[in-house]
C-alpha cells in the first residue's frame, strides 16, 4: 500500500455553522534579518499556502460565553481547548472589541469547532491558520465586522504567520516583513504547483529554533525586498529544482532538533536538493510543476526515511491552495 495521504476536501458542518478553511503554508523563502531590541527576529519570507487545510466553525450558542470542541485524526492532546487555543483566543479578541461599542451583546454565546488536519510543530502555520480562519467564521456567525484597525491589533496579538492568511485571503502567496505581520500579497500562482510534503514524528519547538540562532538584539540588516517589486521565488524554482527557494532557520533547526539533521541526509541522498524545510520545521517539502513527479518524489522521501529509521507523522502530496483564510458559507438552520 502507497505511504501517501491522500488529501481530501472536508465535509461542511451544517445545522447553522458558519465555517471557514485555513490552510497550512510553507516558506519558499526565509532571510533572518537580525534580533530587535525588544527580542523578536525581523524577517523577510515568502509563504505558500497549500490545501492542506484544518476548518474553523462558529455558531450563536444558548449559553452565554465560548466554547471548543476538537475534532478530526489530529485532535491531539497537544492541542488545547481552552483560552490557550488560537481559535478560542481569536474569537474571544474579536467579541470584546465588539462588545465595547455594542455592535454585540456583552454576553453573547459562541460554540466553535476545530477540524485539525494540519500536524502541529511542524511549522506548516496550522495554530495561525486557525486563528485568521476563526475569525472570518465568527464574524458571519455573530453578524458583525471589526474594523480594518481593530483587525490589524488583534491579528498582531494572535502572532506573527497570522496576518498573512487573513491579507492573502484572495491568493494564499504573498511576502511578509517585520516579525512577518506585514504582509505584501502576491497573485495565486498559476498553474497551481505540487507540493511533496513529509512531516517527522519529531517536532519542532519555534522559540528554541529561533533561539539557537544566537543572535544578539541590535545590528539589523535592511529588509531587501521591502517596498520594491518583489520577486517572485516561484519564478525558476519549478524547472530548476527549487532554485532560488532557501530557509535561513535550517541550521538552527538543525542544532535544535538534531534528528533534522539525519533528516537532512536522508533527502540529499534520496531527492538531492529538492527538499526544504517548512518555517521553523519539522516539516520538510519539496516543489513540483508536475503531480506524477511529486508523488515519486515523496515515495523516495519515505522509503529512505523508513530506511534509516526515521518516523513520519505524515506523508502527502499537497497542492498551493491558491487562497488564503476562506469563508465556506452559512448554512440555514
Ligand atoms: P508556530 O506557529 O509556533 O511556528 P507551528 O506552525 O509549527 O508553530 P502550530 O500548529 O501553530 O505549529 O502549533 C504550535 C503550538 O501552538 C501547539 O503545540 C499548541 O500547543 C499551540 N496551539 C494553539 N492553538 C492551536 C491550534 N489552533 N492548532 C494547533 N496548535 C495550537
Not at 74 to 98: I, K
Not at 137 to 166: M, P, Q
Not at 189 to 200: E, H, S
Request: hydrophobic share 45%.
Amino acid at each position: 500500500a502507497s505511504p501517501v495521504t491522500e488529501l481530501r476536501s472536508l465535509v461542511e458542518r451544517t445545522e447553522g455553522w458558519c465555517s471557514a478553511i485555513a490552510p497550512a503554508k510553507v516558506n519558499l523563502r526565509l532571510d533572518v534579518l537580525g534580533r530587535r531590541a525588544d527580542g523578536f527576529h525581523e524577517i523577510a519570507t515568502a509563504m505558500l499556502a497549500l490545501d492542506l487545510t484544518d476548518r474553523v466553525s462558529a455558531r450563536l450558542g444558548a449559553r452565554p460565553g465560548l466554547s471548543l470542541e476538537l475534532e478530526g485524526p489530529l485532535a491531539s492532546p497537544d492541542v488545547p481547548v481552552d483560552g490557550r487555543n488560537l481559535v478560542w483566543r481569536a474569537a474571544a479578541g474579536a467579541l470584546e472589541r465588539a462588545a465595547a461599542d455594542g455592535r454585540c451583546p456583552a454576553e453573547l454565546g459562541v460554540e466553535l469547532a476545530l477540524f485539525k488536519r494540519i500536524p502541529s510543530r511542524a511549522g506548516l502555520g496550522g495554530g495561525s491558520a486557525d486563528a485568521a480562519a476563526a475569525l472570518l467564521a465568527l464574524e458571519a456567525a455573530a453578524g458583525f465586522e471589526l474594523r480594518d484597525d481593530e483587525r490589524r491589533e488583534l491579528l498582531g496579538e494572535l502572532g506573527s504567520d497570522v496576518a498573512f492568511f487573513d491579507a492573502t485571503r484572495a491568493s494564499g502567496y504573498g511576502w511578509c516583513f517585520g516579525r512577518g505581520e506585514r504582509v505584501r500579497p502576491l497573485q495565486a500562482p498559476q498553474p497551481r504547483p505540487w507540493v511533496a510534503l513529509v512531516v517527522p514524528a519529531v517536532e519542532s519547538p519555534t522559540a528554541a529554533v529561533y533561539g539557537a540562532l544566537g543572535l544578539a538584539p541590535g545590528n539589523l540588516a535592511t529588509s531587501p525586498a521591502e517596498g520594491d517589486v518583489l520577486e517572485d521565488p516561484l519564478r525558476g524554482a519549478l524547472d530548476s529544482k527549487g532554485a532560488g527557494l532557501s530557509n535561513g532557520l535550517e541550521r538552527a533547526a538543525i542544532e535544535a532538533v538534531p534528528e533534522l539533521g539525519q533528516w537532512r541526509t536522508v533527502l540529499d541522498h534520496a531527492a538531492p536538493g529538492e527538499y526544504h524545510l517548512a518555517g521553523s520545521g519539522s516539516g520538510w517539502f519539496a516543489l513540483h510543476a508536475d503531480e506524477a513527479a511529486a508523488h515519486r518524489s515523496i515515495e523516495r522521501a519515505h522509503a529512505a526515511a523508513v530506511v534509516a529509521g526515521l518516523g513520519t507523522r505524515l506523508v502527502t502530496v499537497a497542492r498551493a491552495a491558491g487562497h488564503g483564510a476562506k469563508l465556506v458559507g452559512t448554512e440555514a438552520e
